[in-house]
């Protein structure tokens, strides 16, 4: 399994930025999808995760509201909107695959992709 990322980027606070992420090497069946940062201090926190084969979403209370998880046409690929970015989103994120329909956390995801910067000025 592979996972390919695009987007991020350095914004003003307020703004937005969509990161995508492409997975490769698998059929399409039930898995999830989490996307996670890293921030100083901490392992990576998780911002949003789907479930692949209902669309079901979670976010935490740090960024519900802001972020929107969502999957393409393409079943594979699967698109975070962060919108009224403030600067303690910024840092490195991942997004990660794991199989089954229940999101678990960094610890549980066993294919990543590479880290993308995300920069949000105040």
């Known amino acids: 399994v592979q996972l390919v990322k695009s987007g991020g980027g350095l914004v003003q606070a307020g703004g937005s930025l969509i990161l995508t992420c492409e997975a490769s090497?698998?059929?399409?069946?039930?898995?999830?999808i989490g996307w996670l940062r890293r921030v100083p201090g901490k392992d990576r926190e998780g911002v949003a995760c789907?479930?692949?084969?209902?669309?079901?979403?979670y976010y935490p209370d740090a960024v519900k509201d802001r972020f929107t998880v969502s999957t393409g046409d393409a079943k594979n690929t699967v698109s975070l909107q962060m919108t009224d970015l403030k600067p303690e989103d910024t840092g490195p994120y991942y997004c990660?695959?794991?199989?089954?329909?229940?999101?678990?956390?960094?610890?549980?995801?066993?294919?990543w992709g590479k880290g993308t910067p995300v920069t949000v000025s105040s």
């Open positions: 789907i479930v692949t084969s209902n669309n079901k979403s």
């Open positions: 090497g698998t059929s399409y069946e039930s898995y999830i």
């Open positions: 990660a695959l794991a199989w089954g329909a229940i999101c678990v956390g960094a610890g549980g995801m066993p294919y």
